[in-house]
Structure formats: structure tokens, C-alpha cells
């Protein structure tokens, strides 16, 4: 199954300058919580990624409004990316490689999608009835784990 089959297409995009608070209403306006950063919205090449939670940690320790800070203060830059002729064990292995639940899909180095762990659980749920199914609770659940032990050597290192 190639990632194409599986995106979410048409992924709404910020430039590094766009404020935290014009990414958080695309945010809620697409119900998500990760908006790519890209270099230019004509180019569309990934430079970075922000998550809510980004922006929220951001804003709590400036002590600002969102309509004061960019997504370049709180991005992260240089992101995994996957190809949309890429494969889904392919994706899962960067997935789990990189503990992140999204992905930004490219095709010839610009941005037409997003690959989300919730499009990987759709997918399969779609594709319960059907034999020799390509997407398999396995691929959660290794994606899942790969998370959780990141997120855990992450707070070990924090309390150092």
C-alpha cells in the first residue's frame, strides 16, 4: 500500500513567519494538531513541523500571545519527511525510527500531504474485512511503543 493511498492531501501549510496564532486556527479549523512549515507556499519544500503542543510550550515559557510569536520560534526544523510512492512499512519504520505520529508527504521535494497515525488506524479499519490486509495493528502498535520509549528516555534525560 503506497503512502498516497493512505494522506491526508491538501495539507494546510504556515512559512516560518506566519504567528502561533494563525497556525493554531488552521490547526482548529482542520481539527489537528501539527501544521508543516514550509520555505515558501509557491515552493512548498518542508523546512519544519509545529504541533500544538509546540506552540503551547513556546507561548508559556515567552510569557506571550500568539499573535506575538512565529512558528519559527517553536518549530522543529528539519523534519522526517516520506515520499507518497513510498510504502507503508516504510513509513512505519520512520514512524517508529523518529517517535512521531505525522509525517509530511512529498512528491519531487514539495509537500502534498500528511501521513498521520490516525490515516494509518483509518485505513485499517476500512480494510478490517478484507484478506491479506496491508495495514495491521502491528504497525500501531510499533508506532505506539516507538513513542512511548522516546517520550520516556526523553524525561530521563530532562531530570539530569
Keep these: 500500500m503506497r503512502i498516497w493511498e493512505l494522506m491526508t492531501a491538501n495539507a494546510k501549510a504556515c512559512i516560518p513567519e506566519t504567528s502561533c ?43 506571550r500571545s500568539a499573535s506575538q510569536v512565529t512558528v519559527k520560534a517553536c518549530m522543529t526544523s528539519a523534519p522526517e519527511t516520506i515520499s507518497s510512492e513510498a510504502n507503508l512499512e516504510e513509513a512505519v519504520q520512520v514512524m517508529k525510527h523518529s517517535a512521531v505520529r505525522r509525517l509530511p508527504v512529498i512528491e519531487r521535494g514539495k509537500l502534498v500531504g500528511v501521513l498521520s497515525l490516525q490515516d494509518i488506524v483509518l485505513a485499517a479499519h476500512r480494510q478490517w474485512a478484507y484478506i491479506g490486509s496491508h495495514v495491521t495493528d502491528q504497525h500501531v502498535t510499533e508506532i505506539l511503543e516507538a513513542i512511548a520509549v522516546a517520550r520516556e528516555q526523553h524525561k530521563g534525560n530532562s531530570r539530569r
Design 21 to 63: 496564532a494563525t497556525a493554531g486556527e488552521i490547526m482548529r479549523r482542520r481539527q489537528c494538531g501539527f501544521v508543516p512549515i514550509v520555505d515558501s507556499l509557491r515552493t512548498k519544500r518542508v523546512i519544519g513541523v509545529v504541533t500544538d503542543r509546540d506552540i503551547l510550550l513556546q507561548l508559556v515559557r515567552l510569557d
